[in-house]
Every structure is written in structure tokens, then in C-alpha cells.
């Protein structure tokens, strides 16, 4: 183990990792913390697991009890306040008071925020953060994600919030851009992005992953599948979004053409409007599940419907670690290095969606190429291992940059 030490501050508890950013979140702090020292203080709304044997790969962990959010209170900071809302409602008293009795007691190199949403206790630590390399790690760019969610609601006050709170987030991003050491993002397109609005940003990509042992094994053939899987978490806007969609414009057609087929949402907390489809011809809903895997098994294809939001969607990746041929809209294999046609379908209009799926049921040489090819994908470039490596590495580079404090001020906010 190297003497780098780390302090990794986030909203959510990485364990169990059941959702994207839980998975994000747990793959990356276990390949920091099974090569440094890493100190882990995070937000928990379970406190009877939060200290698993899962995690013993921490040198010590601090659970704070989740704030609650969405307050009056706090949308009210949200509009006026120094914090959009995302950031505000992850400011807690109980949360800044651990962080200083965490950094009283110990020296770090690196201050590793997991998401932006993080960012109003950067000026807290300020006093002991002289010589400390602060990294934000963005899941996605948020006032992209808010400023897409917003266009994809009717006339309302939620879409002036919306709208609102993305402008405030782009202010706070192009900030911390300008003041932070470094940055962690998920693909090209979003460091792309982010140096067209600060040219001068320390930006380094370390994508979403899978972890591809997990998933190995045999593909049995198209013929013994029978299920069309999304998988993702049931309560999330994007997901829901894309869930109803699918079931209203998609799964009518599908249903005639394959009555064998299945549409099973594969994920947790669903919304009562995910909940209600169960009530459909066909349509399964899951809720929570202890295991994905089994699942894709029965897939004859993963669908990714996206049609708002930001990021890059393990989904698609564990899909293809499995073995599923994926279907997507462009939205949805945004950032992600794939070749469509060769590794995945990508149904660009509404019309094109029933005859990708046709050609998924009738063409077995198709399907098991999209199978095999997403499989070598995930095998050379989204393989946690391989990505856990590369985040160390950039990390012991950039401690040998020279000392933050002449180059990059402290973010204030």
C-alpha cells in the first residue's frame, strides 16, 4: 500500500451497490482504498449495514444519517441561497461536524469529492486544506442533467425550478472548475464539455465500469431467452421517463409480434407510475433485487429508452458484460465508446424500434455478434479492474504535480 492518504467525502453510502452511482461510488473507493489510505465519510439512511466486512478495505469510515431534503426550507436556499438545490440538500450540521473532527485528527493528500453535490464543505475545510489536492469525481455534468430534465416537462413551476436550478448549477460548476485541483469525469464528450467552459481545467476521464468476472459464463442462444430487460433504479426521472414510454409507445406492438416476450423493469423503489404497469399485458415489475444477473439470463435484449439525463449508463455496460445484446436510444450510449451495428442497436426514432427488435428475434448471427462484441468491449475498456488502475495512476501523477496552493485557490463557492 502506497502512503498516499485520502479523504473521500459523499452523498450516498456506497454499499450494497445497487444503483449506478452506488456502483461508481463503491468501485472506485475500493480501488483507492486496496492501494492507499483512505478515510470514508458519507451520508447513510442504513445505518445497520453501513459498516459491512465489504468495506473493510477503508482505514476508517464515518457514517452521518442522511438530511432530509427537498425541505421548503431548502428550496427556498436552492433559488436565493448560496447553493442550488442538488448541493443545498446535502448540507447538514451533523455532516459538517464530522468532517471537521475527521480532518482535526488527520493529515490527507487528496480531498476526493464523490459529485458536485458535495461541494458547500469545501469552504468549511479550508483551514486544513492547505497543500490538499481536492478532486470532484462528476457522475455526470449536473446543470446538463437539470437543463434536459427541465425541456422534458409540460409548462409548470417544476420546469421554472428546473431551469433555475440549472443555470445556478452551471455557475457553481464553471467555479469549482476554475478552483478545484482536479476532476474525474465518465467519458470524452463530458471532458470535452467541461474544457470548452474552462480551457484551463485539470480533467482526467475514468469511466463507468463492470465488473466482468462477475458475469462471466456461457450465452445461452437467443431462442432461450424470452425476457426485454431494463434494469436501472425504478424511482429515478430518467428511468421512469423512459419505462413509460417504452411501455406506451413500444410494448404494445412487441407484445403482438412476440406474445412469448416479457417486458420486465428490473430495479428499486419503482414510482407508483412504474408500479401501475404491472397492471399491462406482459409487463413485469421487480422492485428490488438481490441479484440482476439472473435476469439477463432469460434477456433476449436490454433496452435503454433514455430519453433525458446525463452521464454514462452501467446499464448498457452490465448488459453487455452479460452477454444481452443492448438496444438504446442515442441519449442513452451517450459517452460510451461503442460502434452501433457492431456492439449495439440504436433506435434513433420511435418507428425504428420494432424492426430493431425483429431483426434481434429472427437474426440468431446478429444477435450472437452484438452478444460476443459487447462482451470484448467490456473485457478491454470497461472493466473495473482495468479502470480502479487508472484512477491511481492519475492520482499518484498528480501528487508529483507540485503543491495545489500556488496554482489553484481553495473553491469557495
Known amino acids: 500500500m502506497s502512503s498516499m492518504r485520502i479523504l473521500l467525502l459523499s452523498s450516498r453510502q456506497c454499499w450494497p451497490p445497487i444503483t449506478g452511482a452506488k456502483l461508481r461510488g463503491y468501485y472506485l473507493a475500493r480501488a483507492l482504498g486496496e492501494r492507499a489510505a483512505v478515510t470514508y465519510v458519507a451520508f447513510t439512511n442504513s445505518p445497520g449495514v453501513w459498516n459491512p466486512p465489504e468495506l473493510s478495505f477503508f482505514e476508517k469510515i464515518t457514517g452521518v444519517s442522511l438530511p432530509q431534503r427537498y425541505t421548503l426550507g431548502k428550496i427556498a436556499t436552492g433559488l436565493v441561497g448560496r447553493w442550488p438545490l442538488p448541493v443545498a440538500n446535502y448540507t447538514s450540521g451533523e455532516m459538517k461536524a464530522a468532517l471537521l473532527e475527521t480532518v482535526r485528527d488527520r493529515q490527507f493528500d487528496i480531498l476526493h469529492l464523490d459529485s458536485i453535490h458535495m461541494a458547500a464543505y469545501v469552504p468549511l475545510l479550508a483551514p486544513w486544506l492547505r497543500g490538499v489536492r481536492v478532486v470532484f469525481d462528476w457522475h455526470n455534468i449536473e446543470s446538463e442533467a437539470m437543463r434536459r430534465y427541465g425541456a422534458s416537462l409540460g409548462i409548470s413551476g417544476r420546469r421554472i425550478y428546473a431551469v433555475l436550478t440549472a443555470q445556478r448549477l452551471a455557475a457553481l460548476e464553471r467555479r469549482i472548475l476554475r478552483t478545484a485541483f482536479g476532476h474525474l469525469v465518465c467519458s470524452d464528450r463530458e471532458r470535452d464539455e467541461l474544457l470548452r467552459i474552462v480551457p484551463e481545467a485539470r480533467i482526467a476521464e475514468i469511466r463507468n465500469g463492470v465488473d466482468a468476472s462477475s458475469f462471466e459464463g456461457g450465452v445461452p442462444a437467443a431462442g432461450e431467452r424470452w425476457r426485454i430487460v431494463f434494469a436501472g433504479s425504478m424511482n429515478y426521472h430518467a428511468n421512469v421517463q423512459a419505462a413509460l414510454w417504452f411501455a406506451r409507445r413500444v410494448w404494445p406492438q412487441a ?159
Open 255 to 413: 407484445h403482438v409480434a412476440f406474445p412469448r416476450w416479457r417486458f420486465t423493469l428490473v430495479g428499486s423503489d419503482p414510482d407508483a407510475a412504474v408500479l401501475a404497469l404491472r397492471n399491462e399485458p406482459g409487463i413485469e415489475v421487480t422492485g428490488t433485487v438481490p441479484d440482476v444477473r439472473p435476469y439477463y439470463r432469460e434477456a433476449a435484449v436490454a433496452v435503454a429508452p433514455i430519453l433525458t439525463g446525463g452521464g454514462t449508463r452501467l446499464k448498457i455496460l452490465e448488459a453487455m458484460a452479460a452477454g444481452v445484446p443492448v438496444l438504446s436510444t442515442p441519449l442513452g450510449a451517450e459517452g460510451l465508446e461503442v460502434s452501433p451495428g457492431k456492439d449495439i442497436l440504436i433506435a434513433d426514432r420511435d418507428s425504428e424500434w420494432l424492426p430493431a427488435l425483429d431483426s434481434l428475434a429472427s437474426d440468431a448471427a446478429l444477435w450472437s455478434r452484438l452478444a460476443q462484441a459487447g462482451r470484448t468491449l467490456i473485457r478491454e475498456k470497461y472493466d473495473w479492474k482495468l479502470i480502479g488502475d487508472t484512477l491511481y495512476q492519475t492520482y499518484a501523477q498528480w501528487m508529483n504535480i507540485g503543491p495545489p496552493d500556488g496554482e489553484r485557490r481553495t473553491p469557495t463557492g
